[in-house]
């Protein structure tokens, strides 16, 4: 439509990038996510809790790398640390080092982890997860619930193993997430079960929060089978300072990190139970190998402790998402009665264009067939134009530094964009 025509005519050097872009990566991409049509944005630099795209527009950055950019592009702290660590360190030193156990320690005792071990991505940290599991029960068979996403190639968006899903005959498919009733069923009923992977709140699945009865009865019905429960906090650990497991009593047997956790820079980890972890001690002969050229880099390490030690502490935390929720609500009440809502925790946001505007989403089912994707692009372009940069999806992922007001402009940014369009809203 007209707003798609105005993209185009506004965003000249981004088109101009997609084109040179599409000689060397199919379809000019290399993050499926970030494709775009007509063409993605083109973004040249990140300040703070701002980004310019290549057409020299400059955006409040709400996209927050999908919840890894939590301190912003140019936090200080970050900087110097990451200075310090080039000049005084050097880079990955093919040993292990001091920094790297500092971290591991800031990690279990922030996380009420025994033991814990890195990795370079939220996917990988899932992947050994499910792997240390299949090791410690001796069995094979995980589930897993739709709407879930667990990384690159552990996705389950439509009550399936997405095609690019590794081991998918491995994996059952709860079908609906926040059923209590439906996944103890599902659960009891899987021979060879090794794991139950869930996130405490579904991420890429829509900021779609688990409810507590929902989270414990999962873990309850998992330990009934001797399978380990595995908590996904890649994103959620942001929410709470010592994540939604922590924070909800879901006493995980393992738990999945990443994300913010590593200041901007590749990361991830998993860890938890002392016996299950066990089955990675390479002192224990037929021990499990887990290793990765990166996965204790100086860098990624000195920084991660950085961000958890003197950055994101946790007062700040519970501050920041205190603000998350404010934001929420306000967001919440401009949009009553509209085919808008919101969902999440603190400080995601999930905001989703429905026929009927449903502000109880408990699971990707309750609005699958009422989507209206027309709306949402709709309002993407025009968050564009007005100097957001959202995820087309309709993820906010809150970063620390943005500035009030720019959240009370978003406020009206929207009441505005509801109201231009009340005909269809
Ligand atoms: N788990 C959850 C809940 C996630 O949201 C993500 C990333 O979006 C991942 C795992 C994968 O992390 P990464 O992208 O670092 O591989």
Redesign the pocket.
């Known amino acids: 439509g007209a707003a798609e025509a105005r993209f185009i005519v506004n965003n000249p050097f981004s088109k101009a990038q997609h084109d040179l872009a599409l000689g060397s990566l199919p379809g000019g991409n290399t993050r499926t996510l970030l494709h775009t049509s007509p063409f993605p944005l083109c973004m040249k630099q990140g300040k703070e809790a701002y980004v310019w795209d290549l057409d020299g527009h400059k955006y409040v950055d709400f996209v927050g790398e999908?919840?890894?950019g939590l301190l912003g592009h140019t936090h200080p702290q970050i900087q110097s640390t990451i200075t310090r660590a080039l000049t005084e360190t050097g880079l990955s030193l093919g040993a292990t080092t001091p920094h790297e156990h500092a971290f591991a320690a800031e990690l279990c005792a922030r996380f009420r982890l025994d033991r814990v071990r890195m990795t370079n991505?939220?996917?990988?940290?899932?992947l050994h997860a499910l792997a240390g599991a299949r090791r410690f029960t001796g069995r094979r068979r995980v589930v897993v619930f739709s709407g879930?996403?667990?990384?690159?190639v552990?996705s389950f968006p439509d009550g399936a193993p997405a095609e690019n899903t590794v081991d998918r005959d491995d994996f059952v498919v709860v079908p609906r997430y926040n059923d209590l009733s439906l996944a103890c069923s599902v659960i009891r009923g899987v021979e060879d079960l090794a794991a139950v992977l869930v996130?405490p709140m579904?991420?890429?699945g829509g900021c779609v929060a688990g409810g507590k009865e929902f989270l414990l009865g999962v873990r309850e019905a998992a330990r009934e089978k001797g399978a380990v429960f595995v908590l996904?906090?890649?994103?959620?650990s942001r929410l709470t300072p010592g994540g939604l497991g922590t924070e909800m009593g879901l006493d995980p047997d393992l738990v999945?990190l990443?994300?913010y956790v590593g200041g901007g820079l590749?990361?991830?980890a998993f860890g938890g139970r002392e016996d299950v972890m066990r089955v990675y001690d390479p002192r224990v002969p037929g021990s499990l190998a887990h290793s990765g050229t990166f996965n204790n880099n100086t860098l990624a390490m000195c920084v991660a402790t950085t961000v958890l030690a003197d950055v994101y502490m946790p007062e700040v935390c519970v501050k920041f998402n205190e603000k998350g929720d404010q934001f929420r609500e306000r967001l919440n009440k401009v949009a009553r009665g509209s085919r808008l809502s919101f969902t999440g925790r603190g400080s995601l946001i999930g905001l989703h264009f429905t026929e009927d505007g449903t502000e109880e989403i408990t699971c990707g089912e309750d609005i699958k067939e009422k989507l209206r994707p027309d709306l949402r692009d709709l309002f993407w372009f025009e968050m564009l134009e007005a100097g957001f940069w959202l995820t087309r999806r309709g993820i906010i992922a809150m970063i620390l530094v943005t500035p009030d007001q720019e959240l009370d402009r978003f406020v009206d940014a929207v009441r505005e964009f509801l109201e231009r369009h009340r005909g269809i809203m």
Do not use: C, I, P, R
């Open positions: 999908l919840s890894a991505s939220g996917t990988e940290a899932n879930g996403y667990h990384g690159a552990l996130e579904q991420g890429a996904d906090e890649v994103q959620t999945t990443g994300k590749a990361f991830g």
